[in-house]
């Protein structure tokens, strides 16, 4: 069964171009966003590790370590390395592990349909992952899933947003509404009467009696 919102993300060991990880520790108090991609030195992958290693300060900010997820070796993780950074002009300072078992894969559903078919037939890219996107909380649960086809390349801007979303929601009565970015207004959640969200989050803009905005709180 794949991972749901909620479910404790699973813990691994693996190595990767930092060194030995074990995950759950190596998250620590922090956010994460794991992503795969089906192999090292393909075009589109190259184009998204590119992207994420100019965002590594943004995730930083965000107080969120970035984990990619390869069948491929350390060995060729850090071969590619020297293409991300012409593709991205800096370096690729995250972590890339080394899922050559597909443990990783396997515990994270990262496998397309293929996969479970029979072996016989079955060609590399039946058995490569697909572009899946995890945000994982402090508290090490599920956050957040999206799913790409190995054709189509992610919006790291889109994944951005979403953790400014998830982080600004943990926890709190708020929601964001469609399209929302950092600083625009949020909805707040019905579990507080309006007298209630008015003292906590100061005037309502209510424009449905379902549907009241808020000021986002810094």
């Known amino acids: 069964m794949s991972l749901r919102i909620n479910d404790i993300?699973?813990?691994?060991?693996?190595?990767?171009?930092?060194?030995?990880i074990s995950f759950h520790?190596?998250?620590?108090?922090?956010?994460?966003?794991?992503?795969?991609?089906?192999?090292?030195?393909?075009?589109?992958?190259t184009t998204e590790f590119g992207a994420v290693a100019q965002l590594v300060p943004e995730f930083e900010k965000r107080n969120t370590k970035v984990l990619g997820v390869s069948v491929d070796?350390?060995?060729?993780h850090q071969k590619w390395k020297n293409d991300i950074q012409q593709i991205a002009g800096t370096p690729a300072n995250f972590a890339i592990i080394d899922d050559t078992s597909l443990?990783?894969?396997?515990?994270?559903?990262?496998?397309?349909?293929?996969?479970?078919?029979?072996?016989?037939?079955?060609?590399?890219?039946?058995s490569a992952t697909v572009r899946t996107v995890f945000i994982i909380g402090p508290d090490k649960k599920v956050r957040l899933t999206m799913t790409?086809?190995?054709s189509v390349g992610r919006n790291f801007a889109e994944i951005v947003r979403a953790l400014d979303a998830v982080q600004k929601t943990d926890g709190v009565p708020l929601a964001t509404p469609?399209?929302?970015l950092p600083g625009e207004d949020v909805i707040v959640a019905l579990s507080l009467d309006d007298k209630a969200a008015e003292q906590k989050y100061g005037a309502l803009d209510i424009k449905l009696p379902y549907l009241r905005y808020a000021k986002d709180p810094a």
């Not at 993300?9 to 030995?20: I, M, R, V, Y």
């Not at 520790?25 to 992958?45: E, K, Q």
């Not at 070796?73 to 060729?76: C, Y």
């Not at 443990?103 to 039946?126: C, H, I, S, W």
Request: net charge negative; hydrophobic share 35%.
């Open 73 to 76: 070796s350390v060995e060729d």
């Open 148 to 150: 790409y086809p190995m």
């Open 178 to 180: 469609v399209n929302w």
């Open 103 to 126: 443990n990783v894969a396997k515990a994270y559903d990262m496998l397309p349909a293929e996969f479970y078919l029979p072996q016989e037939g079955r060609t590399p890219a039946d």
């Open 25 to 45: 520790d190596w998250l620590g108090d922090s956010y994460g966003v794991i992503f795969s991609h089906p192999r090292d030195f393909t075009p589109v992958c």
């Open 9 to 20: 993300a699973p813990d691994f060991t693996a190595d990767s171009t930092e060194g030995k």
